[in-house]
């Protein structure tokens, strides 16, 4: 049976991608869009578009009724470096979201939910190298701490209620279509613009700082694949680890001098250095390859060239 589909954070860097995404594969009128925002026009003219708020039960509810909607992908929530700024409404919005959408799954009006979780989950007593599936979580952002509990919960729902909840840790994610928001890992998306705009960059984190990356068309087959997979294949119920790439600043600096040769990067690293130290430098995703097949595509240079081609193009 074809799913019937609600993203809901639609607008954002990852639902502008996941959502044509999906309307591709499941027919555009079948993946409703929603945001508390308007988005950009091929989302919003390519298919069924609703103004939703995220907090807002009712709203979420009359929405998943009058689509009769299956699926939810809850892609609203404020990042690590925003949310250090809004601790309470970070909280707020993080987890009234969700326990919005897991009710609702408890309730019976929807099959299977879709919720990410991240790095963020990860602190200062994490190890840092190839971090484990399993490992000391102690996160130090609200961000992380939101994630951490949402984890808890999703598990909690599908063990006591059989909630069919599915979730992967996404590390930085690298995108050319829509810009990210609030986030520690954006200044591997900023760096390829200005690079293009102005030949040079000044980095807010230091420049031998590594983080797990991925580029979107990753992150969009993984979340695709593993809501895909039969239920069975799910074992772990709070969130996979994603792999992907793992780069510093001056990496992926070097990889954009291959293009542009001119170009000059400088580093003054601000607030979120210290959220950015805490967090792993590379993530071991066995679990995620072993259960669901997973396995990344996109390296340091093929993204490098992805991104560039495509932001020139746009830019001419
Ligand atoms: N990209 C996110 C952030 O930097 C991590 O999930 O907040």
Redesign the pocket.
């Known amino acids: 049976m074809t799913p019937k589909i609600l993203i809901i954070g639609a607008c954002g860097q990852i639902g502008s991608e996941l959502t044509m995404s999906l309307r591709k594969t499941y027919g555009n009128t079948n993946v409703v869009a929603a945001d508390i925002r308007e988005g950009n026009e091929e989302l919003m003219t390519s298919g069924p578009f609703e103004i939703v708020n995220a907090m807002d039960y009712d709203v979420v509810r009359n929405c998943v009724e009058k689509h009769n909607i299956t699926d939810v992908y809850l892609l609203a929530a404020m ?3 925003t949310g250090e700024k809004f601790p309470m409404k970070a909280w707020d919005l993080n987890m009234s979201s969700l326990f919005h959408v897991l009710n609702l799954a408890k309730e019976g009006l929807i099959k299977k939910v879709f919720w990410p979780s ?3 989950v990860f602190g200062p007593t994490t190890p840092r190298e190839n971090t484990p599936q399993f490992t000391i979580m102690e996160p130090s952002t609200v ?1 992380g701490i939101t994630k951490q509990t949402g984890e808890r919960w999703c598990e909690y729902y599908n063990n006591k209620y059989g909630v069919d909840v599915r979730s992967i840790r ?1 590390p ?2 690298i995108s050319w279509k829509t810009l ?1 928001g ?5 200044y591997a998306v900023d760096i390829y613009h200005k690079a293009i705009q102005e030949n040079k960059y000044t980095c807010f984190l230091s420049e031998n700082t590594a983080l797990p990356m991925m580029y979107m068309d990753d992150a969009v087959r993984a979340t695709m694949d593993i809501m895909d997979a039969p239920s069975e294949a799910i074992k772990i119920r709070s969130s996979y680890n994603l792999g992907g790439i793992s780069f510093t600043p001056k990496m992926i600096s070097e990889e954009v001098k291959k293009h542009f040769p001119e170009f000059e990067m400088s580093y003054s690293p601000d607030f979120r250095q210290e959220i950015a130290d805490s967090w792993p430098k590379s993530i071991d995703d066995t679990s995620a390859q072993k259960d669901w097949n997973w396995n990344h595509e996109y390296d340091l240079k093929k993204m490098t060239n992805t991104m560039l081609e495509n932001l020139k193009s746009e830019s001419v």
Do not use: F, Q
Not at 182 to 186: E, H, I, L, N, P
């Open positions: 990042l690590s470096a991240s790095i963020a961000y996404y930085g994610l990210p609030g986030g520690t890992t954006d």
